[in-house]
C-alpha cells in the first residue's frame, strides 16, 4: 500500500499564485520528509526537505509546512512562475531505513502565464 | 562533475529477454538505489546498497537482479523480460552515514519497453 499519500494528482494556477500539494503519512517512523521536483524527460531533484523537530522550512519561493500530530506536511510555492510548471514528489524516509525513499504519487503542475 | 549516469536512455526488448540496466556515479556514495516510475504510482524502491558487496530488496524487487561490485557502478539486471516490467527506471545514489538521512542524487532514467 502507498505509504505517503499525495494530493491533488494534478494543479494548474495562474502565474503569481500559491499553488499548495499536500502529503500525509503513517508509519511514525520516518523522520525525514523531502520534495522533489522532476521536469519531462529529466530524474527527480531535490527541492527542499524538513526533519519533524521543525514545523515550517522556507527556501526561496518554497516553504514546506509540517505538521507531526496530523502526520501531514504540505508544499507552498509563493509567487509561482510558468517556469515552476514540473511534477513535484513528497516522500519520507526513516533513519534506519539506509535512505531509502517512499514515494508519494506525485502532482502535476501548470502554472498559466 | 557527471554526478549519476545511466545507459541506456532508451530500450524495447522482447518478452523473455534479459538484459542489464547500467548506473555509475563519480561522487564516491556508499549507497546507491535503483527505482521504478510508473504512472499514478510515484517511484518505487527496487533494490538498494550501502556499500561494495552489501545489497538488499525494496518494494518491488521480482525479476530484478543487482550486484555491487564497486562503489562506483549499481547495475540492475532483468532475468526474462514481462510487460509488467514496462516503466522509466531511475537510479539513485546518496552519502550513507547511519545515522541521518541524505540528498539522494537521481539519474536522468532508462524508459524500458517489453513487447
Known amino acids: 500500500q502507498q505509504q505517503v499519500k499525495q494530493s491533488p494528482q494534478s494543479l494548474i494556477v495562474q502565474k503569481g499564485g500559491i499553488p499548495i500539494i499536500n502529503c500525509a503519512y503513517e508509519?511514525?517512523?520516518?523522520?525525514?520528509f523531502p520534495w522533489y521536483q522532476q521536469f519531462p524527460g529529466k530524474g527527480p531533484a531535490l527541492l527542499i526537505a524538513?526533519?519533524?523537530?521543525?514545523s515550517e522550512k522556507k527556501e526561496g519561493r518554497f516553504t514546506i509546512s509540517f505538521n507531526k500530530s496530523a502526520k501531514q506536511f504540505s508544499l507552498h510555492i509563493m509567487d509561482s512562475q510558468p517556469g515552476d510548471s514540473a511534477t513535484y514528489f513528497c516522500?519520507?524516509?526513516?533513519?534506519?531505513?539506509?535512505?531509502?525513499?517512499?514515494f508519494g504519487t506525485g502532482t502535476r503542475l501548470t502554472v498559466i502565464p | 562533475n557527471a554526478g549519476v549516469t545511466q545507459t541506456p536512455k532508451f530500450q524495447v526488448l522482447k518478452t523473455g529477454q534479459s538484459m542489464t540496466l547500467q548506473c555509475a556515479q563519480d561522487?564516491?556514495?556508499?549507497?546507491m538505489s535503483w527505482y521504478r516510475q510508473d504512472p499514478g504510482m510515484g517511484l518505487r524502491l527496487i533494490h538498494y546498497?550501502?556499500?561494495?558487496?552489501?545489497?538488499d530488496q525494496g518494494e518491488v524487487p521480482n525479476g530484478y537482479n543487482v550486484s555491487r561490485s564497486t562503489t562506483e557502478d549499481f547495475p540492475l539486471r532483468l532475468l526474462s523480460a514481462a510487460p509488467s516490467q514496462t516503466s522509466v527506471y531511475f537510479c539513485?545514489?546518496?552519502?550513507?552515514?547511519?545515522?541521518?538521512?541524505?540528498?539522494?542524487?537521481f539519474g536522468q532514467g532508462t524508459r524500458l519497453t517489453v513487447v
Open positions: 539513485a545514489s546518496s552519502y550513507y552515514f547511519g545515522t541521518a538521512n541524505t540528498e539522494a542524487f
Open positions: 508509519n511514525t517512523a520516518f523522520d525525514y
Open positions: 524538513i526533519r519533524p523537530d521543525v
Open positions: 516522500a519520507a524516509s526513516m533513519q534506519t531505513g539506509a535512505n531509502n525513499l517512499f
Open positions: 561522487m564516491n556514495h556508499e549507497y
Open positions: 546498497s550501502v556499500g561494495a558487496g552489501i545489497t
